[in-house]
């Protein structure tokens, strides 16, 4: 009679996967609460200890680390020396392993969690008896996910399971522990300067890709276990995501989601705003952000930081977009996209990423930081210069300073009234970048005077500053630092120009 051995934290499926196991003749080994369900169940069951001839003992730490276990599970059947040594130990053959592990990543996932609560959730029995039956598949069954229980009793109704299955299910086993093992690796590691002594990254891949940001370039969606991340991305409708259109998405829903109790629509093309603005509705709000710059627009990834409604489905009809993605699309907002087919419009919860870390990929490594926090922090926060801003002037550059941060550097917004006019983004030079958001602008019909200005690093020198004070720019909001700071001050009382400093760069590479 074949032999599985069941234990699971997870009991999702277990039930049902040890009735269609004893329906097919197999005899269930198992422990602790899993047997006690099955027994509840109506299930037959051999308790661990009735194995081992062994109690559990120091609190359940030890009860499955035995040969008896471990010998059924690893005995090779086609050599004739392991099955006489089975034998002469009274070892009978384990030929199904399903289990999972104490759940240390959810436990740790906890805020507060008291250490000792975190070290006893640290699995030791589990991962042994799935490493032994991984190394055994080609002759053990192993099963470590519940997702796989129905593939399995098919495969044996049909006469067993075959050797790409078992091989699969190994593969999957091994990529588990190492996932779990990296998760208390990063947990017991100590920080540096902020940042762990050493980082492993576990990744998924959640989709394969046509291609990356050329032809010819193979590529895929890998998600990590990141709250609210990319692997809670829902696609109601429209064509096959693209690799650039992922990345695109990633900035625009990260642009607007500072403005927790705002209603925010960012519009991207290539990772970069070219609109985004705050309204009372979603659909003034695209309006706002689409008017900053309509011709860029065209073909753009439009993103929300709340329920797109009907209205601002009809806002965006008349215009060719690659994407729609917001936290909810309500049914009749779907309704009318309905009639633009190939356009992707996708669900994706806000996140911050506060208290996350940052990627960035370099040739044999990666840089990590922390994740730029978009809700400004005015502490620190002056105003050098003789004027300072007027109430319209700060509302915008309250606005214009967490908006700047989406914006590739150098980078300058140009805003009016929780709306950005102009944008001049990816400059080699900061005054060139100044005059192409002044340039775009006009060019989309807003005159730059009375606007307010961002820079999300400082002047270097005084020529940005008198290239806005041209163009009638009555505010300027910036990091300040420069060596030069005194002489772009003093150009800004000499034009009229208000200035808030705020001691925090926001540059995006």
Known sequence: M???LISVSDKRGAVAFAQGLVELGWEIISTGGTAAAFRDAGIPVIGIEQVTAFPEMLDGRVKTLHPAVHGGILARRDLAEHRAAIARYGIQPIDLVAVNLYPFQQTVAEPGVAFDDAIEN????????LRSAAKNHTQVIVIADPLDYPIVLQQLREGGVNQVVR????AKVFAHLSDYDGAIARFLTPMEEGLPSRLSLSMERLMSLRYGENPGQRAAL???EEPRGTRDLAQRQGKELSFNNLLDIDAAMWAVSCWSNRVACCIVKHTTPCGIALGTTPQEAFDRARSCDPVSAFGGIVAFNTVVTREAALAMKDLFLEVVV????????MQVLAAKKNLRVIELPISTGIGTLDFKRVRGGFL????????????????????????PEWDALRFAWPAIASVKSNAILLARGEQAIGIGAGQMSRVDSVFLAIHKARQAGHDPAGSVLASDGFFPFADGVEEAAAAGITAIIQPGGSVRDPDVIAAANRLGIAMVVTGTRMFRH
């Open 167 to 170: 091989r699969e299910l190994a």
């Open 368 to 391: 990590v930081q922390d994740r730029l926090v978009l809700e400004p922090d005015e502490t620190g926060w002056t105003v050098p210069t003789e004027r300072a801003p007027t109430d």
């Open 222 to 224: 890998y998600v990590t």
């Open 122 to 129: 640290i699995d030791i029995g589990g991962p042994s008896m």
């Open 2 to 4: 074949s032999r599985a």
């Open 326 to 333: 917001a936290p909810s699309v309500n049914d009749d907002a």
